[in-house]
């Protein structure tokens, strides 16, 4: 897949800048032959392991997911460490390919530990320089033998220390941990813990096993029941460190980009889903002897619906393309494609129900799973609120004409 380079340009040379563009081939974006079979992989699969039937079966479930689908996951078709290199025990391909998968796991609002394992944990770990816990945790959340939740607090998906409630107390070799973590995705199914602590010299990522002495997991109630969160209690809990405080906001900081860029993925996928139900609905449903897709109201609706799917899809890719290469500020494209895609699997998803009519509002159909997902979406690593307040801020308030937002220009660089 190509990618896209940034330039650096004065804002004073704007219309140069416009002009250049217009003169230039520009790159298009599409998937590679590899990434459509990957493509088509998860969707077969998903279609055997998540169809609705199961997905309402696994969301009542303890643990609410299916391991051993899991690990088909991991073992076989090597779908949760796509992004990770082959020295690390992964597929060796690009944080793209990893999207590729999610955007079809979404569209399935396939059930288990994705969040805190694929698009927190294993992210943190790679970031995390080498060492015994970080090198044996990885190969086993990549090979799908383990799941990991992440209790780290953010603020709008992006790092604050002055969250973190948790200390960190030296123990012989290792440590101990002692503090809350609210409202941690994934917590409850999850072997593994990555957990932000004080320590002596400052915040550190720490791996606590979730079945050790000391730890206590405590369900909350959740609008999305495929999505569980829990409040995880330490109590002088046995930990390795991870990372220490020279590096823990480093990878911290990458693991939340990481996870916003994917979980924009996600959103796309649902949403897709969830637009393509509505339109085979307003072809088959019958009003005044007619399929209600052709009344002017309902194309416009379903033609709103699209677009702002495409956008939402553009940014979301575009985040991920940022972090793969580095051809964009990495915080900035994440924070617009979360900023759009949460909006747009909100306003998606709630557009759909009313072109089902009286069916989208029932428990039996479908729709209002994706719709809870939407809403809870929406609020983790940040609302869309927030992530335009820190666009603004990396946009309005730290750029200059010497030193401008670093922008792609989309030609090839």
Same mark, same amino acid.
């Given at each position: 897949?190509?990618?896209?380079?940034?330039?650096?340009?004065?804002?004073?040379?704007?219309? *140069?800048? %416009?002009?250049?563009?217009?003169?230039?081939?520009?790159?298009?974006?599409?998937? &590679?032959?590899?990434?459509?079979?990957?493509?088509?992989?998860?969707?077969?699969?998903?279609?055997?392991?998540?169809?609705?039937?199961?997905?309402?079966?696994?969301?009542?479930?303890?643990?609410?997911? *299916?391991?051993?689908?899991?690990?088909?996951?991991?073992?076989?078709?090597?779908?949760?460490?796509?992004?990770?290199?082959?020295?690390?025990?992964?597929?060796?391909?690009?944080?793209?390919?990893?999207? #590729?998968?999610?955007?079809?796991?979404?569209?399935?609002?396939?059930?288990?530990?994705?969040?805190?394992? #694929?698009?927190?944990?294993?992210?943190?770990?790679?970031?995390?320089?080498?060492?015994?816990?970080?090198?044996?945790?990885?190969?086993?959340?990549?090979?799908?033998?383990?799941?990991?939740?992440?209790?780290?607090?953010?603020?709008?998906?992006?790092?604050? %220390?002055?969250?973190?409630?948790? &200390?960190?107390?030296?123990?012989?070799?290792?440590?101990?941990?002692?503090?809350?973590?609210?409202?941690?995705? *994934?917590?409850?199914?999850?072997?593994?813990?990555?957990?932000?602590?004080?320590?002596?010299?400052?915040?550190?990522?720490?791996?606590?096993?979730?079945?050790?002495?000391?730890?206590?997991?405590?369900?909350?109630?959740?609008?999305?029941?495929?999505?569980?969160? %829990?409040?995880?209690?330490?109590?002088?809990?046995?930990?390795?460190?991870?990372?220490?405080?020279?590096?823990?906001?480093?990878?911290?900081?990458?693991?939340?980009?990481?996870?916003?860029?994917?979980?924009?993925?996600?959103?796309?996928?649902?949403?897709?889903?969830?637009?393509?139900?509505?339109?085979?609905?307003?072809?088959?449903?019958?009003?005044?002897?007619?399929?209600?897709?052709?009344?002017?109201?309902?194309?416009?609706?379903?033609?709103?619906?699209?677009?702002?799917? +495409?956008?939402?899809?553009?940014?979301?890719?575009?985040?991920?393309?940022?972090?793969?290469?580095?051809?964009?500020?990495?915080?900035?494209?994440?924070?617009?494609?979360?900023? &759009?895609?949460?909006?747009?699997?909100?306003?998606?998803?709630?557009?759909?129900?009313?072109?089902?009519?009286?069916?989208?509002?029932?428990?039996?159909?479908?729709?209002?799973?994706?719709?809870?997902?939407?809403?809870? *979406?929406?609020?983790?690593?940040?609302? %869309?609120?927030?992530?335009?307040?820190?666009?603004? +801020?990396? #946009?309005?308030?730290?750029?200059?004409?010497?030193?401008?937002?670093?922008?792609?220009?989309? &030609?090839?660089?």
């Amino acid at each position: 897949m190509p990618a896209c380079r940034g330039r650096r340009f004065p804002v004073a040379k704007t219309a *140069d800048v %416009a002009e250049t563009l217009a003169n230039e081939p520009r790159a298009e974006f599409m998937f &590679t032959d590899e990434q459509q079979q990957l493509l088509s992989a998860v969707r077969r699969f998903a279609a055997e392991n998540f169809d609705e039937t199961t997905v309402r079966r696994l969301m009542e479930s303890d643990p609410p997911f *299916d391991p051993k689908a899991w690990n088909r996951l991991g073992g076989e078709l090597g779908v949760l460490g796509l992004s990770v290199s082959e020295a690390d025990g992964g597929v060796g391909g690009t944080l793209v390919d990893q999207a #590729v998968a999610v955007e079809e796991l979404g569209a399935a609002l396939a059930c288990g530990p994705i969040f805190g394992t #694929v698009y927190l944990a294993i992210p943190a770990l790679v970031a995390a320089s080498a060492g015994p816990a970080r090198d044996e945790l990885l190969t086993e959340l990549v090979e799908g033998r383990r799941t990991a939740a992440f209790a780290v607090p953010d603020r709008a998906g992006a790092v604050d %220390a002055s969250l973190v409630d948790v &200390t960190a107390t030296p123990s012989g070799d290792d440590w101990t941990l002692t503090g809350t973590v609210h409202g941690v995705v *994934d917590a409850g199914a999850a072997d593994d813990l990555l957990v932000a602590a004080i320590g002596p010299d400052g915040v550190g990522l720490y791996a606590v096993d979730a079945a050790g002495a000391g730890v206590e997991r405590t369900n909350q109630l959740t609008v999305d029941q495929t999505r569980p969160q %829990a409040v995880v209690a330490l109590s002088s809990t046995p930990a390795r460190l991870l990372a220490g405080p020279d590096e823990a906001e480093r990878v911290i900081g990458q693991a939340f980009q990481v996870a916003s860029a994917l979980l924009a993925v996600e959103q796309v996928g649902a949403a897709q889903h969830m637009l393509d139900i509505a339109v085979q609905y307003a072809k088959e449903r019958l009003q005044f002897g007619r399929p209600i897709g052709s009344f002017q109201a309902v194309k416009h609706r379903l033609a709103d619906m699209m677009v702002d799917l +495409e956008h939402a899809r553009s940014t979301a890719y575009h985040a991920v393309w940022a972090l793969t290469d580095g051809s964009d500020d990495p915080a900035l494209a994440a924070s617009i494609a979360q900023a &759009t895609c949460s909006a747009a699997f909100s306003r998606i998803s709630a557009d759909a129900i009313q072109t089902l009519g009286g069916i989208g509002f029932t428990w039996e159909h479908q729709a209002h799973l994706y719709f809870k997902r939407a809403i809870v *979406d929406a609020a983790l690593l940040g609302s %869309a609120e927030e992530h335009r307040s820190r666009v603004a +801020e990396l #946009v309005l308030d730290t750029a200059s004409a010497e030193k401008p937002p670093r922008v792609a220009d989309g &030609t090839r660089g």
